[in-house]
């Protein structure tokens, strides 16, 4: 018998379109895992690239570091005093000859109100280097000046979305309400969606004296983001920041580090565990859905084989073996397989677009992953459909001439 | 010398049924030449469906001898087996048992699905040639749903001749039918005897064993004297 036999084919077809409740409920299992499998690992997919696509946006390039306030692991509670970073910190490093630049910023989440509509936002007090460290400019109107530091001007910046959030027409020359106080938009920053619970576009900049003086009312800083000369060696600029400020905060020994020093390629080793911890969660949910529908496939065609056993003891009768019984059934699996993982993989892209009209997720299209689910459908498929397969086999031809 | 086609030498076939043997068929002596046209006649619970089951490669004795075209067929494995039903064996059931989703040139060409080289376009005339021959030629592309009893037997007939098989067993094969469409039915069998088909029929009527060469009773497992 050849390989792959056009009538043989149309034979299985014939029988799988045979019985179309059976195959709508084999297909549904099938579709319904695939669907999530695909979804899940596009959308993880597609949230890591977001993700590095907003690091590289946020000029955290190579020669990047941020420090951040109190000790810890890299993201999560601090487990030290936050209150141990000065400016005067930042003096002592911006001396250092590899350091190009480096903005300091205080940062709180607080009460932001106009025209009675009130919200919790992000509001941070920088300084005049934000733009330049964090490659975010204003869009429209402008970003402080020395003047406005000077005199902690009552001043603020807010993000793309803030506007819209407040639904204010022009926002240019309007105030809004930080804390109770009047603040007036002088600028309105680039769009720069990103992931966060409090999302960067709906942030609200303010003078970082202002910041520290009006609001806050603190002498120490949240976080410092520094910009090195391009092929700085980040070990060595690492190494001696941390032994700067473990020196300036008389940490000695086996005292833990009241800061925090993350590199671009911490944060996105940070990102690539945290996901891949989800991503092995997530595929384990899918495996066991994989399961059931496995399970659902065997009854389903279990069911079909008992009745048409006629049928297949009429094929073992006419000189069919067990190698083709055990081929034609494997073969109407892998027809299934397919046929569950074109259209998996069609639900999924159609979730997906509905998921990114909620989210800043964006759909990914990926032939890997379809490649993947089908994969995964025709393991399941194969391994499920094996056993009733191997029934078949079993099914005695005699049973033909039991009429008499 | 007319070659023998099928020998069987004291078959016997027991059923286990718990801890009761069951004996069926209790010492079958039986020659069949080539050309023959045998009918075994015998009530239900004789054995004669056992027996045909036998004959057919369907079912294995539990002691005796069946040498088929000279080859003692104990001695082969399962797949030779199937190679023989395939290409020796014509079988014609009782209940058509024709693929319900496949057409009629699609039920006639079934048996060559399962040769090694498969079907080609030859193939396809030969088997709407036979159909012809057998009055389906307007029904070539009917499903079995659309055929009357009579039709769907003779399409049975057609899948049973297209590997021409040196052997035809039918079982019952005019128990569902009229006697216009049994009459027909019969007379294709004696054609085919007649160009050198050899045929074994089961019934349990005496005016369609009448159409046989020959026949035999059996009773309680055994053949008797009529």
Excluded at chain 1, 123 to 134: E, I, R, T
Excluded at chain 1, 177 to 206: C, M, Q, S, W
Excluded at chain 1, 262 to 284: D, G, V
Excluded at chain 2, 42 to 70: E, H, M, R
Aim: glycine letters at 6%.
């Amino acid at each position: 018998m050849k390989l792959l036999n056009l009538n043989f084919l149309k034979d299985i077809v014939r029988e799988l379109f045979s019985n179309k409740g059976n195959l709508f409920f084999m297909v549904l299992a099938l579709v319904i895992s695939l669907t999530a499998l695909n979804t899940i690992y596009s959308l993880g997919e597609s949230a890591k690239r977001q993700v590095l696509e907003a690091l590289a946006n946020l000029q955290f390039g190579k020669d990047a570091l941020l420090i951040i306030a109190g000790g810890g692991r890299i993201i999560g509670l601090t487990t030290t005093r936050t209150d141990t970073l000065k400016l005067e910190d930042v003096e002592e490093i911006k001396r250092l000859s590899f350091v190009k630049l480096a903005s300091s910023w205080s940062r709180g989440i607080l009460e932001v109100s106009y025209q009675g509509e009130a919200e919790k936002l992000r509001v941070d007090g920088v300084d005049l280097n934000y733009s330049l460290a964090n490659n975010w400019y204003t869009s429209s109107g402008r970003f402080f000046n020395q003047q406005d530091m000077e005199s902690l001007a009552k001043v603020c910046v807010v993000g793309a979305d803030l506007p819209k959030k407040f639904k204010i027409k022009n926002p240019i020359g309007e105030k809004i309400k930080i804390r109770g106080e009047y603040f007036e938009i002088i600028g309105v920053l680039e769009p720069k969606t990103f992931f966060g619970h409090f999302r960067a576009d709906e942030r609200v900049l303010i003078p970082f004296t202002t910041a520290q003086r009006r609001v806050f009312n603190k002498d120490y800083i949240d976080a410092v983001k520094l910009l090195f000369y391009p092929d700085t060696d980040m070990k060595m600029a690492t190494q001696t920041i941390r032994q700067i400020l473990r020196k300036r905060h008389n940490l000695y020994g086996v005292q833990p580090d009241d800061f925090r020093l993350i590199t671009p390629e911490m944060s996105i080793q940070r990102f690539t565990e945290a996901s891949r911890t989800i991503n092995i969660f997530l595929l384990a949910i899918s495996l066991i859905s994989l399961i059931i529908s496995g399970v659902i496939i065997m009854n389903l065609m279990y069911a079909n084989i008992e009745e048409k056993a006629p049928i297949i003891a009429l094929r073992i009768a006419l000189g069919a073996t067990s190698k083709i019984l055990i081929k034609h059934y494997l073969t109407m699996c892998l027809l299934i397989a397919l046929l569950s993982g074109v259209i998996g993989w069609f639900l999924s892209i159609i979730l997906m677009q509905a998921i990114s009209l909620f989210t800043p997720l964006k759909p990914l299209f990926s032939w890997v992953t379809f490649l993947i689910s089908l994969a995964f459908a025709t393991i399941t498929c194969v391994v499920f459909g094996l056993i009733p397969a191997l029934k078949a086999t079993q099914i005695e031809p005699s049973i033909l001439l039991k009429s008499l | 010398m007319v070659k023998k086609l099928v020998l069987l030498q004291n078959i016997v076939k027991t059923y286990q049924t718990g801890n009761i043997e069951h004996q069926v068929l209790k010492g079958i002596n039986l020659e069949v030449k080539e050309g023959d046209f045998l009918a075994i006649m015998g009530v239900s619970g004789s054995g004669k469906t056992t027996l045909l089951n036998i004959i057919g490669l369907l079912d294995k004795p539990t002691s005796g001898t069946y040498i088929f075209d000279g080859q003692d067929v104990s001695k082969l494995n399962s797949k030779e087996i199937a190679f023989i039903r395939n290409k020796k064996i014509g079988f014609i059931f009782q209940a058509f048992h024709l693929i319900p989703w496949a057409t009629t040139l699609e039920n006639v060409l079934l048996p060559l699905l399962y040769r090694k080289e498969g079907f080609t376009k030859e193939d396809e005339k030969e088997a709407v040639k036979l159909l012809e021959r057998l009055g389906l030629i307007d029904k070539i592309h009917a499903k079995p749903s659309e055929l009357s009893g009579g039709q769907q037997q003779r399409v049975a007939i057609a899948r049973a001749l297209i590997n021409k098989p040196k052997l035809l067993l039918a079982d019952e094969p005019t128990g569902n039918l009229d006697t216009q469409s049994s009459s027909e039915v019969m007379k294709i069998f004696k054609e085919l005897n007649q160009e050198g088909l050899t045929i074994i029929l089961v019934t349990h009527d005496p005016e369609i064993a009448k159409n046989a060469k020959e026949i035999k009773i059996i009773v309680d497992g055994v053949f008797v004297e009529k």
